[in-house]
């Protein structure tokens, strides 16, 4: 099973909140590690771009110091690094872009997960059951501290 967060927008009309929801994986994004680049610009998150971007210059400029060996060492690091941050990258931007996390949901895939949200979300509340009344009187609590203590303040 899969974990979703779903988020809302801030300022969307009551009518079309439901259709900008945006369902997010929880876990590792294998696609992200292979397509880092390109995951970032299909999701359009921009920051995340700038920042692999960054990176990916800072590891070529110090192929000359380090070695090609270390050099692609730290490429691969950079790829799994991106594969383990990415869906935290786009919650953030997510937030930033005015979202607010509605819940977490579970489901085998995506398109599970979306109906278990809604069939939750779209619930009409019902009304409290009601009681049955009480057939015996209260009981009578005898003075004292209950416990471990017979009486209380009293000292050996």
């Not at 999701?43 to 771009?49: S, T, V």
Request: hydrophobic fraction near 50%; glycine fraction near 8%.
């Amino acid at each position: 099973m899969a974990i979703f967060s779903v988020h809302l927008p801030d300022k969307a009309e009551p009518d079309l909140v439901a259709e900008r929801m945006v369902f997010v994986r929880d876990g590792f994004a294998i696609w992200a590690m292979l397509f880092g680049p390109l995951w970032f610009l299909r999701h359009r998150e921009w920051l995340g771009l700038v920042g692999w971007f960054v990176l990916s210059v800072l590891i070529t400029l110090s192929e000359r110091w380090l070695g090609p060996v270390t050099t692609g060492g730290f490429e691969l690091i950079l790829a799994i690094a991106t594969g383990v941050v990415a869906n935290d990258v786009r919650r953030l931007s997510l937030r930033l872009r005015g979202f607010r996390e509605a819940g977490v949901v579970e489901g085998e895939s995506r398109d599970s997960a979306e109906r278990r949200f809604f069939d939750a979300w779209l619930v009409l509340p019902r009304p409290a059951p009601t009681l049955p009344p009480v057939l015996h009187p209260a009981r009578s609590v005898p003075p004292g501290v209950l416990g471990l203590f017979p009486e209380s303040g009293a000292r050996p």
